[in-house]
């Protein structure tokens, strides 16, 4: 496994009002925070908050390419964007344990914190198709480029970790520094990841390494 440590590219917030940062999203344009009661969006350029979605907001967040997905008292809302409004639910695998939230090829993936697990899941109907475990407590998820992270969050230590979707190994691990803590996590597509910060109520860019093209596939 290759271990280094994590780069802090950029620090956004704190936010307005906000005191805790769980899910993280990115629709392209807006990063997305979950931080309770609200979705809030800001500028990746500027920082500045660009507006909220009333809706409960307590863990991971993701986006399809034109809904907003979001997890909240043990269950996974898809929500129009533009109007806020709840359009269907699902339950979240491991219920008020669900975690982190990604979109990847017409499935959502989710985390479970303390049992340790990434499970892939059908959006429409919540059915449980494949899981891995982590030996770590597994907080944020994403997918970017074929390759599946998440974070890691356990004993005051967080990490940004690359691991094989089929069975759970790790292949690469970025280490936050002390006192850093990872929640949700989501990749702007490119060469960063957006991390939310937990009680410290910010989000920090972490820049992605290159790929690695000769060994890990």
């Known amino acids: 496994m290759n271990r280094s440590n994590a780069t802090i590219v950029r620090e956004y917030g704190p936010f307005p009002g906000v005191h805790q940062v769980a899910g993280v999203s990115y629709d392209g344009q807006q990063v ?5 009661k609200t979705l809030s969006a800001f500028d990746p350029a500027s920082g500045q908050t660009l507006h909220a979605i009333e809706v409960a907001a307590d863990a991971g967040t993701a986006f399809d390419g034109q809904h907003l997905f979001q997890i909240a008292e043990g269950r996974i ?4 964007p533009a109007s806020g409004r709840v359009l269907s639910s699902i339950p979240a695998p491991g219920g008020n344990g669900a975690s982190g939230l990604a979109w ?3 499935s959502l993936w989710v985390g479970e914190y303390r049992e340790r697990k990434i499970h892939q899941v059908d959006p429409e ?3 449980v198709l494949s899981s891995i475990e982590s030996n770590r407590f597994v907080t944020g998820v994403t997918w970017v480029d074929g390759e599946l992270w998440h974070g890691t969050w356990e004993d005051d230590a967080s ?3 690359h691991v094989d979707p089929r069975t759970g190994a790790v292949l690469q ?3 936050m520094p002390e006192g850093m803590s990872v929640s949700g996590l989501e990749s702007d597509g490119s ?10 109520g910010k989000v920090r860019a972490v820049r992605r390494p290159e790929r690695e093209t000769d060994g890990v596939s």
Do not use: V
Not at 32 to 36: D, Q
Not at 77 to 80: E, P
Not at 191 to 200: D, I, P, T
């Open 77 to 80: 809302h898809k929500i129009d």
């Open 104 to 106: 990847a090829e017409g």
């Open 125 to 127: 109907t919540g059915a």
């Open 32 to 36: 997305w925070i979950a931080t309770g």
């Open 191 to 200: 060469g960063q990841f957006f991390c939310g910060g937990g009680n410290s």
């Open 159 to 161: 990490e940004l970790r």
């Open 173 to 175: 691990s970025l280490e």
